[in-house]
């Protein structure tokens, strides 16, 4: 029977040296994935600040075949894209390069988790890399095929109602909105995943441990809602970035981070008792009982001054 083949040990003082090369590139990646963040966040608001509406008057009249002063519906908004599209790419590839270095800070959290002791499924790294390049690549290909279909609808002359609405169901333009949402739904279940399994060997503090899993949940539930949800997710990233680059304020980096091993981060009871063990206390300490408060007998068998007093009274 052959031998079994013998594990490689990986030490502490292998793992933060091969870290060492490698944090300064990912925390760089981790800010410029939040500056992104807030660039494709922030931009189409302005962008589309005067963007056409459409009416339930004028949709009404649509249907019933009366005029509403346009070719159709959308004609007008279809237009306005075509006349934006540059600014639109540019929110596309900041949202891609967003998408992408994230992807980059997931495996390596993922990698520096499991080394040090993490359980995390491995399913966790795959879906980090498959959801971020999906949603990638989904992100600017989309992009570009709206700009194809609404160029194309411009120099069109049928500018009615259904020409407008198929100038952005084009076959592309499907299948990247496909590719994008499958790639979410594998980028928040790495989010949620990677960060509780740093915070659990205390790679992450618990605050951004489970910021991260709200992170994750986000991703799925911030189009339905329709709130500015990229802003958690750059201050996630941003942070990240920060301890990846040792300039965590108030207790300082996690020590998982210097010792190459897992130590997970205190909860509050435990740290209010590490502060009331370094004033010297071993613990709580006791509080004092007040003068006179005491009733037992002196060991002279002689009675305290209270009871004393009481006995006059009576024989009074």
Not at 287 to 304: F, R
Request: glycine share 12%; charged share 15%; aromatic share 6%.
């Amino acid at each position: 029977m052959a031998a079994a083949e013998s594990v490689p040990v990986v030490t502490p003082e292998q793992i933060l040296a091969r870290e060492a090369v490698q944090k300064p590139r990912v925390g760089f990646a981790a800010l410029a994935a939040a500056v992104l963040a807030v660039i494709a966040g922030v931009l189409p608001q302005s962008i589309y600040t005067d963007f056409p509406r459409v009416y339930a008057l004028d949709s009404l009249r649509d249907a019933a075949g009366q005029s509403f002063g346009r070719a159709g519906l959308r004609t007008e908004q279809i237009l306005f894209i075509d006349d934006h599209a540059f600014s639109l790419l540019v929110v596309a590839i900041c949202q891609g390069l967003s998408l992408a270095l994230i992807g980059v800070l997931l495996v390596f959290l993922f990698d520096a988790s499991v080394v040090r002791g993490a359980t995390t499924p491995r399913m966790a790294r795959i879906l980090a890399m498959a959801g971020a390049g999906a949603g990638a690549l989904a992100a600017i290909v989309l992009q570009i095929g709206v700009m194809i279909g609404a160029s194309d609808f411009a120099s069109s002359s049928d500018h009615g109602t259904k020409a407008a609405h198929d100038a952005l169901r084009g076959g592309v333009v499907v299948a990247a909105s496909g590719v994008g949402f499958v790639g979410s739904l594998a980028l928040a279940a790495s989010f949620v995943l990677i960060a509780l399994g740093g915070m659990r060997v205390g790679l992450l503090t618990r605050f951004l441990g489970v910021l991260g899993a709200i992170v994750g949940a986000l991703i799925l539930l911030g189009p339905l809602s329709g709130s500015p949800t990229f802003i958690v997710q750059a201050f996630w990233l941003a942070m990240v970035g920060v301890l990846l680059f040792g300039r965590w304020p108030g207790a300082g980096v996690p020590a998982a981070w210097t010792d190459g091993e897992a130590r997970p981060w205190p909860t509050q009871q435990e740290i209010r008792e590490a502060k009331g063990r370094a004033r010297g206390g071993g613990g709580y300490a006791k509080a004092p009982e007040p003068a006179g408060a005491s009733s037992a007998p002196s060991s002279n068998g002689d009675a305290s001054p209270a009871t004393s007093a009481r006995k006059k009274r009576k024989r009074r």
